[in-house]
């Protein structure tokens, strides 16, 4: 198995959300049961509030990692490093730079995983760089719903990797309902995508392909887009007809699919940009 593809899915976990066992729960003609182990790779783009920094952010895990971008000098640097509850201490370990003499940056900071405010302090070890960055959601949306997940699935011999997720409950967290019940599919059940496709402030699921004798690999993804007017998920046709995994760049509102395959975001519609 490829282990970067893996990781693309399942680098991150939003919380411990997999459910205790329970029943059997019917799913059209198979019984599905509650399943664990399974992560949640959740997506934050965050943007300082003065508008010079863009962050990618992945945190609420034992790997917390991400990128800032500073706009002003177009310059990128990686993060990698440790959280305790809210507070997360990040030391970088690349940036866009040939001089192996560049410093050494951290990103030191409370992130508030219900709001997605950030009060940060970024530093440079040759103390050129020290800067407060309160960042927010870098796309705002109103009635955001939080959200944890409930999943259904089947295990065995017969389904893909030993173990296949089936159904996905969303469970609204506020009053612990049942939003919604995704169902209709075969999924990679070691992880889902939980990241905003379509830059509306709204996150969406992403899950990989595994029907039809598919494996991780082949890059095939089923995506679930949170539609804000009805509240729901609804399948996106037009998008899982592309191959490869969807690497956002929320600086430019565009998804790179590889392979030459990018696209720009605009008004909710998928553009492809031709090379």
């Known amino acids: 198995m490829n282990k970067k593809t893996l990781l693309c899915i399942a680098a991150l ?35 300082s ?3 010079r920094y863009f962050l990618d952010l992945y945190a609420g895990i034992w790997n917390p990692h991400g990128v800032l971008k500073d706009l002003a000098e177009t310059k990128s640097i990686a993060f990698k490093g440790n959280q305790k509850g809210d507070q997360l201490n990040l030391k ?48 705002k949306a109103a ?6 997940f409930k999943f259904y699935g ?8 030993g173990k296949a997720l089936k159904r996905l409950d969303i469970i609204n967290k506020a009053n612990n309902s049942v939003m919604q019940s995704l169902t209709g599919f075969t999924a990679y059940a070691g992880s889902i995508g939980f990241l ?7 996150y969406d699921v992403v899950l990989a392909d595994t029907s039809d004798s598919r494996k991780v690999e082949d890059k095939r993804f089923i995506y679930w ?22 690497a956002l760049h929320g600086e430019k509102q565009q998804i790179d699919f590889g392979n030459a395959q990018l696209y720009q975001v605009q008004n909710g519609l998928l553009n492809r940009i031709q090379e």
């Open 13 to 47: 976990a939003f919380s411990s959300l997999s459910s205790a066992e329970s029943p059997a729960v019917p799913s059209g003609n198979e019984q599905l049961k509650s399943i664990g182990g399974v992560r949640v790779s959740m997506q934050r783009m965050l943007r």
């Open 49 to 51: 509030t003065d508008g």
């Open 92 to 139: 970088s370990v690349s940036v866009d730079s040939m001089d192996e003499s560049a410093p050494k940056y951290e990103l030191s900071g409370k992130l508030d995983a219900n709001t997605g405010l950030m009060t940060s302090v970024l530093t440079s070890s040759d103390e050129t760089e020290n800067a407060a960055i309160h960042f927010e959601p870098a796309f």
């Open 143 to 148: 009635d955001k719903p939080i959200i944890v």
């Open 154 to 161: 089947a295990e065995g011999e017969s389904q893909p990797y």
């Open 196 to 202: 905003d496709v379509n830059f509306d402030g709204y």
């Open 225 to 246: 887009m949170y539609n804000p007017k009805t509240k729901q998920f609804q399948r996106s046709p037009q998008l899982e007809k592309i191959v490869g995994f969807p």
